[in-house]
């Protein structure tokens, strides 16, 4: 059974960087397989995907071209987690993040608990 | 970019069944995925590929796709299929777009 746990904190202040990782059990960051995703959901905004890490011999990355001026997704193979940056933060932010499995179809079935980031000073 | 249309409310009747649409440019030539979210709570997936069920999600919940519009159907709802549901494609050009989201209520 896949688990993914998220960890970070819950408020962050205008212009900094927001930053969540996502610890995954079951299954590893390594995976030839599987993505690994960042999803937010906001009233503003609904659900939105950010991006995505992935290794197929070596390691890629896709962003929404929303935030990819912003957005840092990076593996990290030792402890089997993936992390998400996103600098220079503003209200418009604030949202719920989740991270989530992507099993080689462009689907998520397995998603984390959800983190509530609000950006406020 | 590819833009997912959904109704914002569906009502259904206890033990009735349930249509929720997806909206959008030749969806038919696309894979349909859809969620259902509770309250306070992670999405779940309960259909993927247009018309498949994971593991665990009741025989109930169906889907289709052809043409502009993809289905999602609930037959003999349940006060526990009240939710939001959200359909979600893979756009080449845009990666993944989910839909604005549809409150189903079990009346």
């Known amino acids: 059974q896949v688990q993914l746990q998220q960890s970070g904190p819950g408020l962050v202040k205008p212009s900094q960087t927001l930053s969540l990782t996502c610890a995954i059990s079951?299954?590893?960051?390594?995976?030839?397989?599987?993505?690994w995703n960042w999803i937010r959901q906001s009233p503003s905004r609904g659900l939105e995907w950010l991006g995505r890490t992935y290794y197929r011999s070596t390691w890629y990355n896709d962003y929404a071209v929303s935030v990819r001026s912003r957005l840092t997704i990076n593996p990290d193979t030792s402890k089997n987690h993936f992390s998400l940056q996103l600098n220079s933060v503003t209200p418009d932010d604030t949202a719920v993040y989740y991270c989530?499995?992507?099993?080689?179809?462009?689907?998520?079935?397995?998603w984390g608990q959800g983190t509530l980031v609000t950006v406020s000073s | 970019s590819y833009e997912l249309t959904q109704p914002l409310s569906v009502s259904v009747a206890l033990g009735q069944t349930a249509r929720i649409t997806c909206g959008g440019n030749?969806?038919?030539?696309?894979?349909v995925h859809w969620y259902q979210q509770k309250p306070g709570q992670a999405p779940v997936l309960v259909i993927y590929n247009n018309n498949n069920r994971p593991s665990g999600i009741p025989e109930r919940f169906s889907g289709s796709n052809s043409g502009n519009t993809a289905t999602l159907t609930i037959s003999r709802a349940q006060a526990g299929d009240e939710a939001d549901y959200y359909c979600q494609v893979w756009d080449s050009s845009t990666y993944v777009v989910f839909g604005g989201g549809t409150k189903l209520t079990v009346l």
């Open positions: 989530a499995r992507d099993y080689g179809i462009a689907n998520f079935d397995y």
């Open positions: 079951g299954d590893s960051v390594s995976s030839n397989s599987a993505a």
């Open positions: 030749n969806i038919g030539s696309k894979n």
